[in-house]
């Protein structure tokens, strides 16, 4: 069985550019989270996803981040324009149920690097 | 809020020995989730060990092994017979109704 799929793994840009995530969840897994982990540190909600809605999104910051999950399958977390401080690794998770609480499987990650 | 603390930046350990790695989380709930998660320098976190708060058995999984004492909010880690594979960061995460809460992160670093 395919695990979550992200891309791009690393991705390098200016300061004020725009950039965004892909996200390819577990088949089958209904929830989906975006999850950003500063060095040094443990990973921190931004956003969840179950089906195409946006149950959790307390956490984003909604000036500058986007995320969508069209069809309730993969899903793209977008920033713009990026600022110097996002500098993180995003990570993406799903698992498989929506009701309750179930195990969260993670992607590689996607390491941004912000100049 | 649910807090997740874990007070070890950094443990060392040979190989084939045992480490314990420490883990306390404060919460009104009372029921909720615990988990291990490793993340080698690959970056890839990938899931330990599982423990539901209303089980009073321990999880065991191989070589890696629970001590859940929920009076105390305390969930700590024993890997046994440590192998050089096991050299990543751990974390202690804490999840209720889909909210993970994570922990700062325990370096493993297993020597030969």
């Known amino acids: 069985e395919a695990g979550v799929v992200q891309s791009p793994r690393y991705k390098i840009i200016e300061k004020k550019q725009p950039v965004a995530f892909w996200c390819n969840p577990i088949?089958?897994?209904?929830?989906l989270y975006w999850y950003r982990q500063n060095l040094g540190q443990g990973p921190e909600l931004l956003i969840r996803?179950?089906?195409?809605?946006?149950?959790?999104d307390s956490q984003l910051p909604k000036d500058r981040f986007s995320a969508e999950r069209l069809k309730g399958v993969d899903s793209t977390l977008k920033i713009q324009p990026a600022e110097l401080g996002d500098s993180a690794v995003y990570l993406c998770?799903?698992?498989?149920?929506?009701?309750?609480?179930?195990?969260?499987?993670f992607g590689p990650g996607t390491r941004l690097t912000v100049l | 809020a649910q807090t997740v603390t874990q007070s070890q930046p950094e443990m060392s350990v040979q190989e084939a020995e045992t480490v314990t790695l420490s883990c306390t989380y404060d919460?009104?709930?009372?029921?909720?989730?615990l988990f291990w998660y490793k993340q080698p320098p690959s970056r890839q976190m990938i899931l330990v060990i599982r423990?539901?708060?209303?089980?009073?058995q321990n999880a065991t999984e191989n070589r890696f092994s629970v001590n859940f004492q929920k009076a105390a909010k305390s969930f700590s880690l024993k890997i046994s017979d440590s192998q050089l594979g096991d050299t990543a960061m751990y974390f202690c995460?804490?999840?209720?109704?889909?909210?993970?809460?994570f922990g700062a992160g325990t370096q493993v670093v297993v020597t030969p």
């Open positions: 998770a799903s698992s498989a149920l929506t009701t309750a609480t179930d195990t969260q499987y």
């Open positions: 088949s089958g897994h209904n929830t």
């Open positions: 996803y179950e089906n195409e809605e946006a149950v959790d």
């Open positions: 919460t009104s709930e009372s029921n909720y989730y």
């Open positions: 423990q539901e708060a209303y089980k009073q």
């Open positions: 995460a804490f999840d209720s109704w889909g909210k993970l809460q």
